[in-house]
């Protein structure tokens, strides 16, 4: 009689715990839903729109992407180039991390987690006064550089955890093999941190594609405007055309929601590869 009561009530614990995480996800969704609905519905206010669309308008996407366009790209081409220099500091500095024994590892690893604490606006006014000294102010390089540094501490500390539960054996018959340690580094070290490095790629694209501080601080001209920059100004002057906001806003949102997607298998890999030695 026991076991038959327990039964029961697992399932029903079952039945709650699902029916509170839809709960959950559609509270958050929704937002999500509202802009795609308001986007949908170009003639229509912002609390004014039903919400079941009735007849699809797409003019407001249209229009969207005539005016941010141009912007997309140039998000697209400050994220990857930030991705790229993002790996480019932060795999070697993990590898030497994790392997080499160095003195005040651990410190430099806890400073590399508080330059995260650190506001964006203040490395962004900071940043600024240099970049004019360097003539990198309105540049695409200078725009990629400082959005990379919003990805090089979090992929640094995932890589070197990464890199960590690589045995020691593999590299050290690498050696034994004539390898050098670069050539170790790029054939056997870096291909076994594959989904560590799409990990961390794919988040520093992510703060790239979301950055909006270092975008506006800058860039004093319209010559390297990303999509963020581009949205809040394309607001502030046509704040009644709420249909073409939204609609800018999910094409915006287009890009990283197919990276998530594609790469969420290397993303679990990534952050818990680390975890086992």
């Known amino acids: ?43 229509a ?7 079941v669309p009735h ?8 229009k969207a992407l005539d005016d941010q366009g141009g912007h997309l790209l140039t998000s697209l081409l400050v994220s990857l180039g930030a991705v790229v220099i993002c790996l480019a ?7 030497g991390l994790a392997r080499f024994r160095l003195r005040g590892t651990r410190t430099i690893v806890f400073g ?7 506001p964006g606006i203040v490395i962004a006014n900071a940043l600024y006064t240099s970049y004019v000294d360097l ?3 309105n540049s695409y390089f200078g725009l990629m550089l400082a ?19 690589i045995p020691g054996e593999v590299i050290e018959a690498a050696e034994m093999d004539g390898a050098g340690r670069l050539r170790t580094f790029l054939r056997v070290v870096l291909p076994m941190s594959r989904n560590s ?6 988040f520093a694209f992510l703060f790239s594609w979301s950055d909006f501080m270092f975008a506006l601080t800058l860039n004093t001209t319209d010559d390297v405007k990303p999509v963020t920059l581009g949205i809040y100004q394309y607001i502030g002057a046509h704040v009644g055309d709420w249909g073409s906001v939204m609609a800018a806003s999910v094409l915006s949102a287009v890009p990283a929601a197919i990276l998530l997607v594609l790469a969420q298998k290397y993303i679990a890999a990534g952050i818990t590869g680390g975890s086992v030695k």
Not at 45 to 51: I, K, Q, R, S
């Open 135 to 137: 003539g990198l102010v």
């Open 55 to 62: 007849r699809l308008d797409l003019s407001g996407f249209a």
């Open 197 to 202: 490095l799409i990990t961390s790629g794919l």
């Open 45 to 51: 206010g912002l609390l004014e729109a039903d919400p």
């Open 112 to 118: 590399t987690l508080i330059t995260q604490m650190v």
């Open 1 to 43: 009689m026991a076991a038959e009561n327990v039964e029961p009530r697992a399932r029903q614990r079952r039945w709650g715990s699902t029916a509170a995480g839809v709960l959950v996800l559609a509270v958050m969704l929704f937002p999500l839903y509202w802009m795609l609905d308001t986007a949908l519905q170009p003639e």
């Open 147 to 165: 959005d990379a540094s919003l990805g090089i501490p979090f992929s640094i500390v995932l890589m070197r955890s990464f890199m960590q539960s």
């Open 89 to 95: 500091i932060a795999a070697p500095a993990a590898y």
